[in-house]
């Protein structure tokens, strides 16, 4: 009645765990766990949960986090003491400022997300899901020993690692506003692993900084990595239009050269129109536009969260990119249903608000077709020199 059938011979794997949702990063950090609350909600509200296997996830054990991370870091994120507002000792590992607060149970929240691509992985693996997702996952920036925007532990780099123990080659997408650069360093030096990240780039002030369209691998020819790391750099206020071109046709792209044997797909919704932090005009639909064309390649996917901070929109976009995966956006009532908890969140009450609701007055758009055109060759040239 709901519009919400199993799809037949196909299997979506959710993995959730309503522990993850109640930690803090402090009242002001834009980071809010509890996004993933206001998520599962509107999933479950529109009875998505029935058409998937849902997983409650398990901690990762420290010996699957050492799979990236080394033991000295992993024993400090365990024990680091959330410091006193008086103390302002530097804490190792890039831990303890604002991007990065050690705050109550730091180590259960990073073991819980990472046990969860982990096992969304091994999912894939076994061939028991063709689509995986974890919405609390997607922690891109984090390095093996060093916390990072916002990001402890790297539950990408883990989930990628246990794919590659069954299959070849991975190919890593990565749509937050943000470089995805934790995941990219992690696999610098490997031709198993491509990289393409799309972002918002000044070349300066922008967080991570990185992500530049000439760094597309390491500059030795003969590091089997050259070429492997492929970076989209945008202006402030690409639109769906744009950016559903450049995602089709530069996925599309890597796919036909790189041939890989899973895709995992990071969805961070801070890309999204009137996020706190981004400054991208995307919308639901062009956002979930990545999704559906992903999914239309039928290789093994994951889908990770990510960055997403104006949480009525993050979850717009998951419950919207939760429906793709299970093949029901068509048939559901884009009217979010009345019994949603927290509806009065949702401002204006579809899962797709227009620009105008969303932002009043647009942000200009500082894309040319010239520059979309100019990454766009750019790219295939790399790519010329990938030959799986
Ligand atoms: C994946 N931007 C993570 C994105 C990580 C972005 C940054 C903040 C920020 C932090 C706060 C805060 C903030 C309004 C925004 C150079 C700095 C400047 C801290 C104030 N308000 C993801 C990380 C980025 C923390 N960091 O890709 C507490 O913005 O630009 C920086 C670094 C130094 C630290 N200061 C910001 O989406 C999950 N941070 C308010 C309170
Ligand atoms: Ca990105
Ligand atoms: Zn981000």
Known sequence: ANGIVRPKG??????????????HFGNSHPMKPWRLTLSKGLIMSYGMHAAMDTFVT??????????FHTEDYLEYLKTAKVAMPDDDTPMPY????????????????????????????????????????????????????????????NDIVLAILQILRKYPRVLYVDI??????????????TDRVMTLSIHKYDGLSFFPGTGDLERTGP?????????????????????????????????????????????????????????????????????????????????????????????????????????????????????????TPYRSHFRHETLFPTLEQILGDPRPNRNTPKKLDDIVQHVTEQLRFVNA
């Open 219 to 339: 500059p030795d020819e003969n590091n089997p990595g050259a070429h492997h790391a492929l970076n989209v750099p945008l202006s402030d206020g690409i639109n769906d239009e744009q950016y559903i071109w450049l995602f089709k046709t530069l996925v599309g792209k890597c796919v036909e050269r790189f041939r890989p044997n899973a895709i995992v797909l990071q969805c961070g919704a801070d890309s999204l129109a009137g996020d706190r932090l981004g400054r991208f005009n995307v919308q639901v639909q062009g956002h979930g536009a990545c999704v559906a064309y992903c999914k239309s390649l039928k290789i093994p996917l994951m889908l990770v969260g990510g960055g997403g901070y104006t949480p009525r929109n993050v979850a717009r976009a998951w419950a919207h990119e939760t429906s793709i995966a299970i093949g029901c956006d068509q048939t559901i009532d884009p009217i979010i249903p009345m019994h």
């Open 10 to 23: 196909y299997n979506v794997s959710w993995h959730v765990n309503p522990e993850i949702e109640k930690h």
């Open 58 to 67: 398990r901690q990762a054990t420290e010996e699957e986090m050492r799979d």
């Open 94 to 153: 890039n831990l303890g400022g604002s991007d990065c607060p050690v705050f109550e149970g730091l180590f259960n929240y990073c073991s819980m997300y990472s046990g969860a691509s982990i096992d969304a992985a091994r999912k894939l693996c076994n061939n028991e899901s063709d689509i995986a997702i974890n919405w609390s996952g997607g922690l891109h920036h984090a390095k093996k020993a060093e916390a990072s925007g916002f990001c402890y532990a």
């Open 176 to 189: 937050d506003v943000h470089h995805g650069d934790g995941v990219e360093e992690a696999f610098w030096s």
